[in-house]
Nanobody, 125 residues
Framework: QVQLLESGGGLVQPGGSLRLSCASS????????MGWFRQAPGKEREFVAR????????WHADAVKGRFAVSRDNTKNTVYLQMNSLKPEDTAVYYC??????????????????WGQGTQVTVSS
């Protein structure tokens, strides 16, 4: 169906920046929204940002507004998450997800049908 592969994670100092990428393959023409989620140890997976595949309209969680920005390059079937002014509390595994119909909750895990394996982001001195 759809395969997703995240990359770009790593170790960064507080205040630094990282750019995550999510390359998609397979039936990418069926994707409605692409989302970014994160999960820290001992916590539930939480919504970070989403982008509509066709229009490019975006939505960002309150915790990352003004610091993170989701974007896409549909010629490359790739979505990005630019992360600036990183804080230690941003440390988590970041997951890319695809929503095939846009009918579920777009800001929730339940609204997405395909998931990548995640990439680790660690913000520390």
């Amino acid at each position: 169906q759809v395969q997703l592969l995240e990359s770009g994670g790593g170790l960064v100092q507080p205040g630094g920046s990282l750019r995550l990428s999510c390359a998609s393959s397979g039936r990418t023409f069926s994707i409605y929204n692409m989302g970014w989620f994160r999960q820290a140890p001992g916590k539930e997976r939480e919504f970070v940002a989403r982008i509509n595949w066709s229009t490019g309209s975006t939505w960002h969680a309150d915790a990352v507004k003004g610091r993170f920005a989701v974007s896409r390059d549909n010629t490359k079937n790739t979505v990005y998450l630019q992360m600036n002014s990183l804080k230690p509390e941003d440390t988590a595994v970041y997951y890319c997800a695809a929503d095939r119909d846009g009918r579920g909750p777009g800001l929730s895990v339940a609204g997405y049908d395909y998931w990548g394996q995640g990439t680790q982001v660690t913000v520390s001195s």
